[in-house]
Nanobody, 120 residues
């Protein structure tokens, strides 16, 4: 059993910054790709950024130049630094991780989500 717990969401004015964190815990053997997704009201969930276990990153166009994904493998934690936030960044942000458990099963785990609201 593994779980992801996000934190760091909140209300911020346009142009401001937020840093999201997501910590994995449980019966973890290895964590491969970690990622952030978001879902705005009435819209489908969309990818924001990915980072592999070796540090390779990939960003959606919506966040390029403004968002930075990073991870601390020793803490099983992934971060999303969001700068120059816009009202259209308002969404529930979800953490996702590809995790191999101690019994060698590979699971695609999701966090519960954290609300980010950007006011204009």
């Amino acid at each position: 059993q593994v779980q992801l717990v996000e934190s760091g969401g909140g209300l911020v004015q346009a142009g401001g910054s937020l840093r999201l964190s997501c910590a994995a815990s449980g019966s973890i053997f290895a964590i491969y790709t970690m990622a952030w997704y978001r879902q705005a009201p009435g819209k489908q969930r969309e990818s924001v950024a990915h980072i592999t276990n070796t540090g390779t990153t990939l960003y959606a166009d919506s966040g390029k130049g403004r968002f930075t994904i990073s991870r601390d493998n020793a803490k099983n934690t992934v971060y999303l630094q969001m700068d120059s936030l816009k009202p259209e960044d308002t969404a529930v942000y979800y953490c996702n991780a590809n995790i191999q458990t101690l019994n060698r099963m590979v699971v695609d785990q999701w966090g519960q989500g954290t609300q980010v609201t950007v006011s204009s």
